[in-house]
């Protein structure tokens, strides 16, 4: 098994807000498509959300406000999944919840570091 990392990527939008209905069901729904995951024995690590703010340094004294200064696409999230190759992770991304918001997933192989 190979480890993939699925990262979330959305549009910023600090002005929609939603109810805590609204918000109780977009949670239901990312927990169902990654307890559906967990259930196969793929999920590698369950990952975390991003928050909005953040810094990127372009040098050690070049530093920006924001992790994408320069695009309202930001990365809101990722979890790491196993999978046998590239086409099965890319099937495991396709039942994520961030589509129905606009975003998408960016499905990548991870390396491991040499010790």
């Known amino acids: 098994m190979t ?4 990262i979330f990527r959305n549009q910023q939008n600090p002005d929609v807000q939603f109810s805590p209905e609204q918000m109780q069901g977009i949670l239901n729904q990312w927990r ?35 992790p994408y200064a320069e695009t309202k696409e930001i990365v809101s999230g990722f979890i790491i999944v196993n ?22 997933v960016e499905v990548r192989s991870i390396i491991p570091m040499q010790k």
């Open 3 to 6: 480890e993939f990392s699925l």
């Open 32 to 66: 169902d498509w990654i307890g559906g995951i967990a259930a196969q024995n793929k999920l590698a690590n369950p990952g975390n959300r991003l928050d909005f703010e953040g810094a990127v340094l372009t040098s050690p004294t070049v530093i920006t406000d924001g």
């Open 83 to 104: 999978a046998q190759n590239l086409a099965e992770a890319v099937e495991m991304a396709k039942g994520c919840p961030v589509f129905s918001a606009g975003g998408s």
